[in-house]
């Protein structure tokens, strides 16, 4: 049973940090990319970052600069370092997990609340 386990989302003043955490477990495939996707009310679900198996990074314009995404291969778990967070990150945050053969993965979302 494939599973994505995320954490670290919260309440946040605007211009605090947050940083979520994301572990799979359950497959013996390897993964290839991993990501952030978020999903504010009323709005489409949207990439934020992600981070193939390579060093590259990607990331939407609107946090560039603020966020940053990394990995740890060896615990297959994928990190979002949120900073200057404004009420405008208010979401749900999802993590993906894309696995070789048997393809991509959620985790059940975590709320992110910026608010004064």
């Known amino acids: 049973q494939v599973q994505l386990v995320e954490s670290g989302g919260g309440l946040v003043q605007p211009g605090g940090s947050l940083r979520l955490s994301c572990a799979a477990s359950?497959?013996?495939?390897?993964?290839?990319?991993m990501g952030w996707y978020r999903q504010a009310p009323g709005k489409q679900r949207e990439l934020v970052a992600a981070?193939?198996?390579?060093?590259?990074?990607n990331y939407a314009d609107s946090v560039k600069g603020r966020f940053t995404i990394s990995r740890d291969n060896a615990k297959n778990t994928v990190y979002l370092q949120m900073n200057s967070l404004k009420p405008e990150d208010t979401a749900v945050y999802f993590c993906?997990?894309?696995?070789?053969?048997?393809?991509?993965?959620w985790g059940q979302g975590t709320q992110v609340t910026v608010s004064s």
């Open positions: 981070i193939p198996g390579g060093a590259s990074t």
């Open positions: 359950g497959s013996r495939f390897a993964i290839n990319a």
């Open positions: 993906t997990a894309d696995f070789k053969v048997i393809g991509r993965y």
